[in-house]
């Protein structure tokens, strides 16, 4: 079963992709969305960028932050004679 072999590897990617973008990347909502949807379509998962959701909250005394997104994608199970459309969804969190 391809599909939850990508579909799991796609997870890690948000995770990963979550896990750094303080240090590595960036963390603002557009370059996060653009960058787990072009990466939705490397694994071959089908995405809306409106579902991906980004929350980030700073703790009540200024001295952590908190960046949560939640992911909805689609994957095709493929049976050769049919295609089921399988739903998933991942959330990721970091504190920084």
């Known amino acids: 079963m391809q599909l ?3 579909a799991s590897e796609f ?4 995770k990963d992709e979550v896990k750094f ?4 990347e960036s963390t603002e909502e557009d370059h996060l969305r653009t960058h787990i949807s072009e990466a ?10 409106r579902d991906i959701r980004i929350e980030k909250t700073r703790d009540s005394q200024q001295i952590t932050n908190k960046l949560e997104v939640n992911v ?3 994957g095709n199970l493929d049976l050769h004679y ?5 739903h998933f969804r991942t959330n990721a969190v970091i504190l920084y």
């Open 40 to 49: 939705a379509l490397q694994y071959g998962m089908t995405l809306n960028p």
């Open 82 to 86: 049919k295609q089921y459309p399988v």
């Open 4 to 6: 939850y072999f990508y």
């Open 72 to 74: 909805a994608y689609t």
């Open 21 to 24: 973008a303080p240090t590595r």
């Open 11 to 14: 997870d890690d990617f948000i």
